[in-house]
């Protein structure tokens, strides 16, 4: 810039002196612009260039004067030109009239660009994305100067606070008036924060508050609370594992901020930081101080209601929950005058009951002796607003009338803020559209009082292709199937609507098929909708399967074994409204024909049996998305039961039967209680904490009939979809422990009772709806018992681990996890080995999974 004005001034002196050889300042003379010519850019308009001067064919101007001055800084200010001059070739004496000229030379420009050998490529493609440089650019000392802090804030960003750039302008030999940058880089040494120290942050015991409040003062403004508050500057730690040390000149300034925000959290709104040091301790660390004055404490004083018609004084105090006396936060009066995260908040109130043209605002009236500031809050609660229109943009595939389905603003209904979110969950669970880039647009229109809003989605592909292989039992087990997801039926024999399926109606068709040679078959389909008769939210779910296993010998063979299954059934489903709608019930009726032939899966091997079922569960799950759930839970009550036919067949002594006359029809009750919680526990919600729990039991009707030798539980392995549930078993996955392991008792019998517990801790790499992967550690504990006289929720077998899941539309959820058992397995389990082996030797298990694609448990080592 001061170049520029030294080349501007110059410019003016020398444009003065053209115009006169013995120029009179003290009596300048007028004169009549006859002509204007532009010499030099043959490239740019001319006509153009002497508009943007002023200096127009038939305007006066004086000389000497003003005007040829700002026509000069008018050309200097395009940032277009490396030279200006202003002269003219004569003057009329008799008309006054002045011929002038421009003579312009252009500034180079930029041909390309290129970084310094240091620069990786990753940084450098990074880096593009942040400067504005392309071919034929104009180069100018401010495009320099802005790309050189550019490249230099990416690398201070990264940690390099002392690196240099620098750039060097090399002439293109093959384009006119061409130059090339070079980018320079010397990043220096990655500077650490090696230590943040805190000065004048005590603050004593207060003996007029209690315990809490004493606590929570020492909490907020103690050396660790404080650099907790510190989003970005973080001082370096050996558990600094999603965000290193590094410091950043610009972050600092605003965590220097957020400290004051603790203090006024605490009623401290006068503190201040007196001063602040950032010195070098080596050539990679640096330390900060901060000296703070924490000044006088400030509590609530009186705050008044004006305006309130809906509401009584004290129903907004209730919601408030803010009383004369306890430390003033302002941070907190906002929070529960406008917007919670619980939705404990004025504004809440009042805009779910219809008040969209609601207006609330806190004023400070004054602060007395004992430091109590006192508020009126005044309100204007204006007239309630009808939902008047909706509008759905950006389904290109799913159909309108499955969006209007699921949203809960219904056109004349009031206006209601609740059941805006409420509809973005109920998209975002469909799993059709991508919930990070959800936007609801609500249009008041006060003249009639009326709101209509507009919901922006965008789809994602949600149809898999699942091809899968699992290892166990010695064999390599193949799957293959396909889940349409947003399928319509009705549209399958339209034309035009395979594209490459018909799709848009929310319909959901499975096919899947699963083998590993002529020893194991199985194939299931199923097709559910979810909103039968469109009106009500009652679904509807039609499934068959066939499975088929065998010793891989022909029929004809004496010592062929065969085991086949042949399902059926159908089931519906409805959303409830009480407790909350939130919760589901679902009603299945199954048949299921087995049909053995030496087998050695079941206590009988020859014969068949019948087993007619009825499964209800009741269900409440209020996770806010699939993939990546952040926030909700989910519990399910599972019960599954058949007839007690053993009430009526006139059986006294069951001995003396068969097994086949036993089990001709299955006999038996399951119930099942599962329940997980998805809750953040980072400031920028991302990092995830996810117990989960289940426990099931399954027992007999008649205890001298035994119970059932179908739908028992086996715990173990790396939980591979459906992997060996060709019976009706439950396979429950406990990491750490190979197979079925888990169960006390051989494979063939399973148990009657199980529990399981575990804790994950989940923080995402990339929640992309292209390709969501997040890494994941874990805990997991579990059994299986014989029955309630051997059940003991803290006998189990514990295990550890890590796992990365990658979520592929195309393919579902993939996943990769190691895991290691720690406890030693129960006699008679299917991993325990020899009993008279050392009970050590086969104390742990190592188990790495890995699915859909390949899965794989490796041994009890």
């Given at each position: 810039m001061k170049m520029k004005l030294f080349f501007l001034g110059l410019c003016t002196l020398l444009t003065s002196l053209t115009f006169a050889q013995n120029p009179d300042y003290l009596a300048p003379s007028k004169h009549t612009i006859a002509r204007t010519e532009v010499i030099g850019v043959p490239h740019l308009n001319h006509?153009?260039?002497?508009?943007?001067?002023?200096l127009t064919v038939g305007k006066e101007i004086t000389v000497p004067g003003d005007d040829i001055s700002q026509a000069i800084k008018k050309l200097w200010e395009q940032d277009l030109f490396s030279a200006v001059e202003v002269g003219y070739t004569k003057i009329d004496n008799v008309t006054g009239d002045i011929f002038l000229y421009i003579k312009l030379a252009d500034l180079p420009k930029l041909s390309h660009y290129r970084f310094s050998d240091n620069v990786s490529r990753g940084d450098a493609d990074k880096i593009r994305e942040h400067i504005n440089l392309y071919n034929g650019k104009t180069i100018t000392e401010s495009l320099k100067r802005n790309t050189v802090n550019q490249v230099r804030a990416f690398y201070q960003d990264k940690g390099y606070y002392y690196c240099e750039v620098w750039i060097d302008e090399i002439i293109d030999t093959t384009a006119f008036n061409s130059k090339i940058f070079q980018i320079n880089v010397d990043k220096k040494e990655r500077i650490k924060i090696k230590h943040i120290v805190f000065h004048g942050n005590e603050?004593?015991?207060?003996?007029?508050?209690?315990?809490?409040e004493n606590l929570k003062v020492k909490t907020m403004v103690s050396d660790r609370g404080l650099r907790r508050s510190m989003k970005d500057t973080k001082q370096q730690g050996i558990l600094r594992l999603f965000n290193r040390s590094k410091f950043n000149k610009t972050a600092y300034e605003r965590d220097k901020q957020n400290i004051l925000y603790n203090y006024n959290?605490?009623?401290?709104?006068?503190a201040r930081i007196v001063k602040d040091s950032v010195y070098d301790i080596d050539e990679k660390h640096i330390g900060i101080e901060i000296w703070i004055d924490k000044g006088e404490e400030y509590y609530f004083g009186d705050i008044t209601w004006v305006g309130n018609t809906k509401y009584t004084d004290g129903q907004l105090d209730t919601i408030l929950g803010i009383n004369k006396g306890d430390l003033y936060d302002k941070s907190l009066l906002e929070q529960r005058l406008y917007m919670s995260q619980d939705g404990r908040d004025v504004t809440s109130l009042y805009m779910d009951r219809g008040y969209l043209f609601f207006n609330i605002q806190p004023v400070e009236i004054n602060i007395d002796e004992n430091n109590h500031i006192n508020y009126e809050v005044r309100i204007n609660e204006g007239k309630q607003a009808r939902v008047k229109n909706i509008y759905i943009y950006g389904n290109t595939k799913t159909n309108d009338h499955v969006i209007l389905r699921e949203i809960r603003t219904k056109p004349g209904d009031l206006f209601n803020r609740n059941d805006i979110i409420r509809t973005q969950r109920e998209l975002a669970n469909l799993g059709y559209f991508d919930p990070e880039q959800f936007n609801v647009n609500p249009i008041p229109n006060p003249q009639d009082g009326t709101v209509d809003?507009?919901?922006y989605v965008v789809e994602k592909s949600s149809d898999q292709i699942e091809l899968s292989g699992g290892y166990g039992a010695g064999r390599l087990i193949g799957t293959l199937g396909l889940s349409f997801t947003n399928f319509s039926m009705r549209n399958v024999f339209k034309k035009g609507a395979w594209q490459p399926l018909p799709a848009g109606d929310g319909q959901r068709l499975s096919i899947r098929g699963q083998t590993y040679g002529r020893g194991y078959q199985s194939y299931n389909l199923s097709f559910t909708e979810p909103w039968l008769g469109g009106k009500k939210p009652t679904s509807l779910t039609v499934f068959s399967s066939y499975s088929l296993i065998t010793n891989s010998l022909e029929r004809t063979n004496p010592s062929y074994q065969q085991t086949s299954i042949t399902s059926v059934g159908a089931g519906l489903g409805s959303r409830l409204k009480w407790p909350d709608d939130y919760f589901q019930i679902y009603g299945e009726l199954n048949y299921q024909y087995y049909d053995l032939k030496n087998s050695n899966f079941f206590i009988f091997s020859d014969g068949f049996s019948n087993n007619i079922s009825l499964k209800t569960v009741l269900s409440r799950n209020s996770i806010d998305q699939p993939i990546y759930p952040k926030n909700g839970s989910k519990f399910a009550l599972t019960t599954k039961f058949t007839l007690p036919y053993s009430l009526w067949d006139g059986v006294s002594d069951y001995s003396v039967l068969s097994d086949q006359e036993r089990y001709k029809y299955a006999e038996y009750f399951k119930i099942k209680f599962t329940g997980e919680w998805f809750t953040p526990i980072s400031k920028d919600k991302k990092l995830v904490l996810h117990p989960k729990f289940g426990f099931g039991f399954l027992g007999a009707y008649n205890n001298d009939r035994g119970i059932s030798p179908f739908e028992r539980f086996y715990l173990g392995g790396s939980g591979l979809n459906g992997t060996w549930q060709f019976d009706g078993r439950e396979i429950i996955a406990l990491r750490g422990y190979g197979?079925?392991?888990?169960?006390?008792?051989?494979?063939?019998?399973?148990?009657?009772?199980?529990?399981k517990y575990s804790l994950e801790l989940r923080y995402p790499v990339s929640l992309n709806p292209n390709a969501t992967i997040y890494g994941l550690?874990?805990?997991e504990a579990g059994n299986t018992y014989n029955g309630f006289t051997d059940f003991n929720p803290f006998n189990v077998k514990r295990s550890a681990g890590a796992g990365v899941r990658i979520f592929l539309p195309m393919f579902g959820m993939l996943g990769v996890d190691f895991a290691w058992g720690f406890d030693p397995?129960?006699?008679?389990?299917?991993g325990a080995g020899d009993p008279n082996d050392d009970p050590g030797s086969n104390s742990k298990g190592y188990t790495f999974g890995f699915f859909p694609i390949i899965g794989m448990n490796i041994g009890d080592l």
């Open positions: 006509e153009a260039i002497v508009l943007i001067s002023g603050v004593e015991k207060d003996p007029d508050k209690n315990f809490i959290a605490i009623g401290l709104r006068d809003i507009e919901y197979g079925s392991s888990g169960s006390p008792v051989s494979p063939t019998t399973g148990g009657t009772v199980i529990a550690l874990f805990a397995l129960d006699p008679g389990s299917a």
